[in-house]
Structure formats: structure tokens, C-alpha cells
């Protein structure tokens, strides 16, 4: 990595773009220290984080707005803040020097791109190395694998008898579905959610569409999490006014009982669209372990279900 691609780097938003979900190299760098129970950050922390003073990061942000607000910046009112954390008492928002104005909110794609942005900051600079430093290991890995490709197909042109031919056809082939399978596998872990073709599901196979599956009382509190099912129902029931865009209803012949069906394709569209709205996006999407989206789950489902219906009563 060289000071002309870092350059680019700074100058060059298409190639900027091209970065901005590479938000694990900032822990790496040094520890990001975010807003409690959130994925996200003030205009303080995120000033800390890079060691300027706050001026020269408001600079930034006044130059590449546009750009940054597609990463996720935006304005925040105190009462939102509260709301997002939990609900804090008024004296840790105080000590989080929150104000009562409210702030400037960062998602760690927004951080990033300042990252991307900032050119005399130390903690930049190493981040930008960071990046372009892993693009060089990733463009490496892909000459190996090409020249190992043709050292092995030589082979199999050079072979002298059918036995030699069988053998070094056979090493070929090996090596080339192990190939295509590591390549399936990083696009399958890339994608959020599988593709269905099937228009209406019940939860048990909506949750199975998820890559890390979750069960049906999952999906369930996930569903009243991003307001599609009511918060107040034991089971999980749509609001009215979301039949028939999210779910569908049908009698179930063995009890007589209503039941649902949930329209994937707009379930998941709003799934997608709450939690950019309420900045998990990004760290939704980066669990791969089914215990530890459960978690998660169930963390959110606390803060905008049950505390919220616990403030209502008091």
C-alpha cells in the first residue's frame, strides 16, 4: 500500500464506496466505543475515536454531507437518544454528554467513511492502511489461486501416459470444486436473507429464509420488534391496517382457528428498513451464530416492546 492509494482513497468517492461495509477494521485499529445498547456513536465519540479536535470533524461532515448521510449520519433529538438507549436517566445521558439540543449520529459505516475522509488524523491514516492493505492481501489470494489453476492444467497437458493424465485430471478437478465451493460459501454468507420463491410462509419458514435460522417465537417478537404484528397479542397477530401487504389470513380445518401466513418479500422489506431506521442494520446482519441472533432478538424485543409498554402502564 502506497501513499498514491491512499490518495485515491481520500479524493475518490466510487472508491470510497467500495470500502464502507469493511466496519470490523476500526476494533482492529483501536477500540470503538459506541452509545450504550446501540451500534452507534456521537459526533464526540467519534471525534475521540480518530484523536482531532471537534472542529476539524464538523469540517468533514459539513463537506461530505450527502455522502456521509447515505452512511448513515444523521440528527438525533435528546428524547430519540433516550428512547434508543433504553430509556437512560437524565444524569448518565449528562455523563454520554448528550445534549438537551440532541446530536449528530454516526453508524460505524459513517464512521468509517470519515476515516476514509479524514488526511492528517494518525488513527485515519491506519485505518486507510487497514483497508487498502487487506485489498492487496485479497488480490494476492486470487493470483495464487489462478497460478496454482494453470500449474495443475499443465499438468494434465504435459502427461505423458493415460495413467498420468487420469491422476493430474483428477487433482485438477479436486482443486477446482474446493474452488467454487469457497466462492459459494463467501457469497452465501455475504447474503442476508435466502431467496424464496414462495410469495406467503408461516414463521417457521420464514425464520428458516434467515441464513443464522431462527424459530417461529422468534420470528414472532421480531415482527412486533419492526411493528407488522401487534406488541399486545400473546401470539403473533397483524395490526389490521397491515393485512393483506404483510400477511394474509386463513382458517386452520383441524381447530377452526384464524391463522396467518406472512408475505415474505414486504415482511422482509420492512425488516431491512427498521432496522436501517434504528441503525442495526450492520450489526444485525454481522452475526452468524444462531444463539447469538436469538440474543439480539430478544435484547430488542425488551427495548421497543416490553419496556415501552411497561412505561405506557406507569
Not at 397479542?233 to 381447530?255: E, F, L, S
Not at 451464530?289 to 439480539?296: I, Q
Request: glycine share 4%; aromatic share 8%.
Amino acid at each position: 500500500m502506497d501513499n498514491k492509494n491512499q490518495e485515491q482513497l481520500i479524493n475518490d468517492m466510487e472508491y470510497r464506496h467500495s470500502f464502507v461495509d469493511r466496519v470490523n477494521v476500526l476494533d482492529k485499529i483501536k477500540k470503538l466505543i459506541t452509545l450504550p445498547n446501540t451500534e452507534i456513536l456521537t459526533a464526540k465519540m467519534v471525534s475521540d475515536y480518530y484523536e482531532i479536535d471537534f472542529k476539524t470533524l464538523e469540517k468533514c461532515m459539513q463537506r461530505n454531507k450527502k455522502e456521509l448521510s447515505e452512511n448513515g449520519l444523521a440528527y438525533k433529538t435528546y428524547k430519540d437518544l433516550a428512547s434508543l438507549m433504553g430509556n437512560l436517566k437524565s444524569d448518565i445521558m449528562s455523563e454520554l454528554k448528550i445534549s438537551r439540543r440532541g446530536s449528530n449520529i454516526f453508524t460505524k459505516r459513517a464512521v468509517l467513511n470519515i476515516g476514509m475522509l479524514l488526511r492528517d488524523s494518525k488513527v485515519a491514516q491506519e485505518v486507510r492502511r487497514l483497508l487498502l492493505d487487506h485489498m492487496e492481501d485479497t488480490q494476492e489470494q486470487l493470483t495464487i489461486n489462478i497460478e496454482t489453476e494453470n500449474e495443475l492444467l499443465l499438468k494434465v497437458i504435459q502427461s505423458e501416459n493415460e495413467l498420468d493424465m487420469a491422476l493430474a485430471l483428477n487433482k485438477y478437478r479436486t482443486y477446482i470444486n474446493r474452488h467454487i465451493q469457497n466462492i459459494d460459501g463467501a457469497l452465501q454468507g455475504q447474503s442476508k436473507l435466502t431467496q424464496s420463491k414462495i410469495k406467503l410462509m408461516n414463521q417457521a419458514l420464514l425464520g428458516g429464509c434467515f441464513n443464522v435460522k431462527i424459530g417461529s417465537k422468534t420470528v414472532g417478537k421480531l415482527l412486533k420488534v419492526i411493528g407488522i404484528a401487534k406488541k399486545s397479542c400473546k401470539n403473533t397477530k397483524p395490526y389490521d391496517d397491515k393485512v393483506p401487504q404483510y400477511a394474509d389470513t386463513y382458517i386452520d380445518q383441524n381447530t377452526g382457528s384464524e391463522c396467518y401466513k406472512w408475505n415474505y418479500n414486504e415482511c422482509v422489506k420492512r425488516i431491512d428498513e427498521w432496522l436501517k431506521e434504528n441503525w442495526y442494520y450492520e450489526k444485525f446482519y454481522q452475526i452468524t451464530n444462531r444463539e447469538e441472533l436469538r440474543s439480539f432478538i430478544n435484547k430488542l424485543y425488551f427495548q421497543h416492546v416490553i419496556a415501552k409498554a411497561e412505561e405506557v402502564v406507569s
